[in-house]
């Protein structure tokens, strides 16, 4: 079946501009994530989506936001970008059920890459 | 708060040599999850193992193989005869009980641990 898509694979964008990533689960998976990766802070997560709801959030500011459409389909995005927002960002998927104590773990897409200029 | 500890930051070996990858971490659940992924150069993360903090069985699979001990708070993780398509950045994650949440919180990785393997 097919994997975690992420769209685009790369970006350059100016600073001041706002973005828009794209994430599309394996099918059945109801559990986004999404992660900042910087060679200086290395993985970091961002906020987690589960049924369109925000289930978890990271230290980020408020720049930064996503949502969750009704087939799983997960965006986020990032408002008045700055240069340390370059980053590889990576979104994961996972068969969670609601309130279920099992963690199933987490299948991740290739990432897109940001750079901010 | 959870915290995941890798210590050593680049290995390199030669082409056979075994090898292996420490991982410490912190945490006050009773409940929680230990991973470890692969990042090649593409950039994917690739899944290679989960254990449950309730599971402390050493596991191996072919030519891998982890050995967590919840005494020390450890889980590493060893390639036997490495071979150069193991060259690759090794991250080391912790993601506990989600509590009143959920089960999926956050994953909580290390700073990785970049193998290159020699021919």
């Known amino acids: ?117 | 708060a959870q915290k995941v500890t890798q210590a050593q930051t680049e290995i390199s070996v030669v082409e056979k040599e075994d090898v292996t990858l420490d991982c410490v971490y912190e945490t006050r659940d009773t409940t929680y999850y230990l991973f470890w992924y692969k990042q090649p150069p593409s950039g994917e993360l690739v899944f290679l193992i989960r254990r449950n903090s309730f599971d402390e069985q050493n596991e191996i699979s072919g030519r891998y193989s982890w050995n967590f001990q919840k005494s020390t708070s450890s889980f590493n993780f060893t390639i036997t005869a490495s071979q150069v398509v193991d060259s690759a950045v090794y991250f080391c994650a912790l993601s506990e009980a989600g509590g009143t949440t959920g089960a999926n919180s956050k994953l909580t990785f290390g700073k990785g641990i970049t193998l290159s393997v020699r021919p």
């Not at chain 1, 079946?1 to 998976?29: D, E, M, N, W």
Request: net charge positive.
């Open chain 1, 1 to 117: 079946k097919a994997g975690v898509t992420q769209t685009p694979r790369y970006l350059i964008k100016t600073r001041g501009q706002q973005v828009t990533l794209s994430c599309s689960p394996i099918s059945g998976h109801r559990s986004v994530s999404w992660y900042q990766q910087t060679p200086g802070q290395g993985l970091q997560f961002l906020f987690e989506y589960f049924s369109e709801t925000q289930r978890n959030k990271g230290n980020f500011p408020g720049r930064f936001s996503g949502r969750q459409f009704s087939n799983s389909r997960s965006e986020m995005n990032v408002s008045t970008l700055e240069l340390g927002d370059s980053a590889l960002y990576l979104c994961a998927s996972s068969p969670t059920g609601h309130r279920t104590l099992i963690n199933y773990g987490y299948t991740f897409g290739s990432g897109t890459r940001l750079t901010v200029v």
